[in-house]
């Protein structure tokens, strides 16, 4: 009897210590974090974050994985991950881009949420490599109070931790903080902690555990306009004599601290350095060079107050709202404009015809919740297909225009919570035969040939009634 019980405790031990030995050697526990330097700039409402790594590999087998960790407040509103790696020594150093992908992972503690970037080349044992890696996160600034006046200045929570959240060790860290103005009306202390003007300093800190936290609270004064396009529309009509239609259809809200009272205007032209500076005065939009017949239009009608101005380079378009725009409030417009076919449209070596354009919202400094681009492809296109440099979601559509027989193929991709580093361009591919060009022109000369035929014939017929 004593036998069977012996060998299953000889059994559960083995197996202990082979669990044991597996999360010795896995990656996680063979790399470490030598140096940490985290510095966010709160001088907007998109939080941008940029983090430099120093890694170690202390195991004994080489590595091209490395996990970064967030907690799941922050991945609901984390936008974009950028990793690059440095390469050479001194004034040689070089920067490459490295893949950044999601990943899960089981047993992540309190929900922690993982990215995994891809290195370049392995990281052998004992080595070691420096990663500059920037995130960005929208709608982290939580306005408080909630509601203020016209002339009350918006204050702003921030919530963090002291700690960067790491699923490795991190000998030595810093964590930098900037904001937009001197005027902070409150922040939590984790000693050492400095602040010097409109940086605030936590760190450094000392040998500090997988998964830790000190959670912090800032308080602090961001006058700057929370310029937030709750959807975007944003169509790409491809015409083969020779022009480019963009359409662009917007739902525009203000997502800082909501507008209490009466608004005066004549409060707010003849003081307007003290009266509603949070407000959103005029948007900046970049459009592509040559541009030409651009509109600005709502519901109403035309929108007169807007400026262009172009370049050999680039066009900016500088628009006025009908009226400024508080926190929580909101308006919808169209900007159209039309571009040179030839700036955008190319062949490739397999005959098969791409529209080279921009993804994202040409708003400056503006967060997009939902991003909508249709591209319309000529009627007898075939085989569309779109490479767009991060995920989103696509599905064809049909849509018919003046003279259309079977409608014309359309490539719709949809995307959420965007800013402006996801303006990089997409290209859309498709077959095209230029026979169907024809077809058009064909239909109005047969219509106008037609409509001459039953003319002569209606003079050449008698039909009255005699013998």
Partial sequence: MEAPIRATHILGFALFFLLFFVCRSSPLHDLLISSAERRIDLTSH????????????????????????????????LATVEALVTKGKRKKTTLVRLDVKPTELPDAPNGTKYFTI???????????????????????????????????SQLVYYRDSALILSPYHIKQQT????????????????EPTNRAGTEMKYGPYEDHPPYSSSPIL????????????????????????????VTEQY?????????????????????????????????????????????????????????????????ELEIEPRYPLFGGWKATFIIGYGLPLQDFLFESSDDRRY???????????????????????????????????????QHLETKYSYLDVVGRTVVVMEKKNLVPSHNSHFQVHYTFKPIFMLAEPLMLASAFFLFFVACVAYLHIDLSIRK
Avoid: M
């Avoid at 990281?123 to 016209?150: D, K, R």
């Fill in 46 to 77: 998109i939080v941008k974050v940029y983090l430099t790594l120093k890694v170690e590999n202390a195991g004994s087998s080489p590595t091209s994985e490395i996990l970064l960790a967030f907690p799941p407040t922050q991945v609901d509103h």
């Fill in 118 to 152: 891809y290195l370049a080349n392995p990281l052998n044992s004992g080595e070691s490599t420096t990663l500059e890696v920037l995130y960005l996160f929208t709608h982290s600034l939580e306005p408080f109070p909630a509601e203020i006046g016209q002339s009350e």
């Fill in 175 to 190: 964590t930098f903080i900037k904001t937009p103005s001197t005027k902070v009306e409150s922040f939590t202390r984790v």
């Fill in 218 to 245: 800032i308080h602090f004064e961001n006058n700057s306009p929370f310029p937030v396009v709750e959807e975007l529309v944003r169509e790409v009509e491809i015409s083969h004599w020779g022009n480019l239609q």
């Fill in 251 to 315: 739902t525009l809200v203000h997502g800082g601290a909501r507008h209490k009272g009466v608004f005066s205007r004549v409060e707010y032209q003849s003081r307007p350095t003290l009266s509603g500076t949070s407000s959103l005065r005029y948007l900046l939009a970049r459009l592509p060079p040559r541009v030409h017949s651009v509109y600005y239009r709502d519901e109403i009608g035309n929108i007169s107050s807007s400026h262009l101005r172009t370049d050999s380079r680039k066009s």
């Fill in 355 to 393: 529209l080279n354009f921009t993804f994202g919202c040409p708003l400056l400094e503006t967060v997009v919740d939902k991003l909508t681009v249709k591209v319309v492809l000529p009627e007898g296109s075939k085989d569309p297909s779109a490479v767009v440099p991060f995920p989103v979601e």
